[in-house]
């Protein structure tokens, strides 16, 4: 089939590479004219495992291009897809200037039938919206159609490729049988291509995403709960998971979640809410929960050394908490195989660390470069883990990389000032931990 696809942010360019990897015809077009040159020329702007050799590849066999150009996009496609952000208001609510304005353009440059796909991810009704602005620029038929996605970042290639299930929004046969058709070579059983109406689907994404918001909340809530009666967490979790009706997944305690969908989707779903008259006080209490989690580990940080006063190196400096106190960062993106800092835990955490004046040496194996342009040199950087360590007076682990699983503990031992360990992601054994002479605080865990 021949595609475009309008927006080559992390959506757009997933489902465009694999769409073309699939055998299509694809364009991906963008408004950033740097970011068509660095794609054309094989550079690719985000961190995707397996995602710049399905780049290579298909733009090697001709099945995927890139371009600026609105209307050659348009007119060379049958389907088009609309990937491009939807960045919360100061309120809260899904941005859809983006999402209307390509509407507009493709109304603009359409000459034949086309099928405009909403991937991005949009508030109920919004397929409407995205109807009567096409309308209003062309008289050629068309087809709107949901077509929420459901990737997770670090396994977003899998995840398209072998998808759980793909939603279509439509009333139109024609659409159906042809979004059929485009997604029958991923899905060879029918029934896990859902279609429904548009709104159903557009609250599909919605409701999915908050509801890993909550279950990834409610662990949380549990952890804090447990430290503070003597239980512990694990050992509950595993309690909890073996039960089918509630699984293991997303059932892990830590530092909170971040990233560019769960925070900005509970919002987007409450605003959605209040606009109708309601009061969705769950997922109020979900985001609540969270933004209190991304706190947890930097308190139990200030709280050790607050009863440690004084000991440690260079002393106590200017009275602050953690003045004097270096502090090593394992993990800095909001999650593993990503370089994603959107609303990643560890911004909250390194800032309220420096507040309390700590000096912090952080390493993330791919989030680098992002994390400079949030902390620039307020904090130091370090080639790898282990180097972070290196006089500090304590390790805080953010994000649960694989290379930060299995650690030379008994090095780390010799190269820190203090053998303390803050756990955010409980990747640790306690007692092998205390048996080598560390101190262990974990997430939920005694």
């Known amino acids: 089939m021949k595609i475009s696809i309008i927006g080559t942010g992390y959506v757009g360019l997933v489902t465009g590479t694999c769409l073309a990897e699939s055998g299509n015809d694809v364009i991906c077009m963008d408004i950033n004219p740097e970011k068509i040159e660095k794609l054309s020329a094989g550079i690719i702007p985000i961190h995707e495992p397996g995602l710049e050799e399905l780049i290579k590849r298909t733009v090697a066999y001709k099945r995927l291009t890139f371009t600026t150009d609105m209307a050659q996009a348009v007119k060379r496609s049958n389907i088009i897809f609309i990937a491009v952000g939807t960045p919360p208001g100061e309120n809260g609510a899904a941005d859809l200037n983006y999402v209307l304005k390509a509407a507009g353009e493709i109304g603009t440059y359409m000459n034949g039938y086309k099928i405009i796909v909403n991937k991005s991810t949009v508030p109920v009704g919004t397929g409407d919206k995205v109807k009567a602005v096409i309308a209003g620029k062309t008289k050629h038929k068309y087809d709107v159609v949901s077509n929420p996605e459901f990737l997770k970042e670090g396994a977003a290639i899998e995840d398209f490729m072998k998808p759980d299930r793909i939603v279509i929004g439509a009333e139109s046969p024609r659409a ?54 003597g239980a512990d967490i694990d050992s509950v979790r595993r309690g909890m998971g073996y039960d089918k009706r509630i699984g293991f997944e997303f059932l892990f305690p830590g530092v909170g979640y971040g990233g560019s969908c769960f925070p900005k989707d509970v919002q987007a779903l409450v605003q959605t809410a209040k606009e109708q008259g309601m009061d969705t006080k769950m997922l109020k209490a979900v985001e609540a929960v969270n933004e209190r989690q991304k706190a947890v580990l930097s308190d139990m940080i200030i709280a050790h050394f607050k009863q440690h006063k004084g000991e440690g190196s260079n002393g106590n400096g200017n009275g602050k908490a953690l003045a004097g106190k270096t502090i090593a960062v394992w993990g800095l993106s909001f999650k593993p195989r990503t370089d994603d800092m959107r609303q990643a835990p560890s911004i909250v955490i390194i800032n309220s660390l420096l507040r309390a004046g700590a000096v912090v040496r952080a390493h993330d194996p791919v989030a680098m470069d992002e994390a400079r342009k949030i902390f620039k040199n307020r904090i130091m950087f370090a080639a790898d883990g282990y180097e972070t360590l290196r006089g500090a007076d304590g390790l805080a682990v953010i994000t649960e990389w694989s290379e930060f699983r299995s650690p030379d503990f008994r090095n780390m031992k010799k190269i820190m000032n203090g053998a303390v360990i803050f756990d955010g992601r409980n990747l640790y054994r306690r007692g092998e931990l205390e048996k080598m002479g560390f101190v262990y605080y974990g997430i939920g865990r005694n």
């Open 176 to 229: 159906i049988k042809i979004m059929r058709e485009l997604y029958s070579s991923l899905i060879r059983k029918g029934d896990r291509i859902l279609v429904m109406d548009m709104k159903s689907a557009e609250m599909t994404k919605y409701a999915s995403n908050a509801m890993l918001a909550t279950k990834i909340s409610f662990i949380n809530e549990m952890a804090n709960v447990c430290s503070s009666l």
